[in-house]
């Protein structure tokens, strides 16, 4: 089956399969920063913008994808000149093994569209279906934080919010280095 969208402002075709995933269809094109870490569109990282709004690349079915205005972390920016959002997150040290990040960031771009100066909590919040085992989530916080200042016309080089430092799971709790032993 044919499906015609926009993908990263130019209008493409691809050849997809009936049941296919976007997900699948994305990689498939070259679109390899769209990852698919769950098998079932609960980790977050195949998060891409649907229309402006993040969705999970592997919870859509390719055909849906038909008519709208699909962007990837690709469409964001590149090696020698990154947004402000990957800009942030290098400069926070947010970024491990990269998993996870691309979805994260383009959650962090459809929050920061509709809400520009979001709090802490509502980062948290924004992020919390995006499964991350590396950073503990405090410095991907940070770096939306920052992200918020630098597209408000901050550069970044002045002040950066203050935000608490307990380096665990947006939503749980616990304290980096709480462990059983």
């Given amino acids: 089956m044919e499906i015609e969208f926009t993908l990263n402002d130019e209008r493409t075709t691809f050849d997809a399969g009936a049941d296919e995933l976007l997900v699948t269809a994305l990689r498939r094109e070259g679109y390899t920063g769209v990852q698919c870490g769950c098998d079932g569109g609960v980790c977050g990282a195949s998060k891409v913008l649907v229309d402006g709004e993040a969705r999970m690349a592997c919870g859509m079915d390719a055909a849906d994808a038909g008519g709208t205005e699909i962007e990837t972390i690709e469409a964001l920016g590149s090696q020698d000149d990154l947004h402000p959002i990957q800009q942030a997150f290098v400069d926070h040290f947010a970024v ?16 920061l569209a509709a809400n520009p100066d979001p709090s802490e909590r509502e980062v948290r919040e924004a992020i919390d279906d995006n499964v991350c085992r590396c950073t503990g989530y405090q410095k991907p916080v940070e770096a939306i934080l920052d992200a918020a200042e630098r597209m408000d016309g901050d550069d970044g080089a002045s002040g950066q919010r203050s935000v608490a430092t307990d380096g665990g799971n947006p939503t749980d709790g616990h304290e980096r280095g709480d462990f059983d032993e």
């Fill in 96 to 111: 491990q093994c990269g998993f996870c990040i691309p979805g994260m960031i383009m959650q962090a771009k459809e929050l």
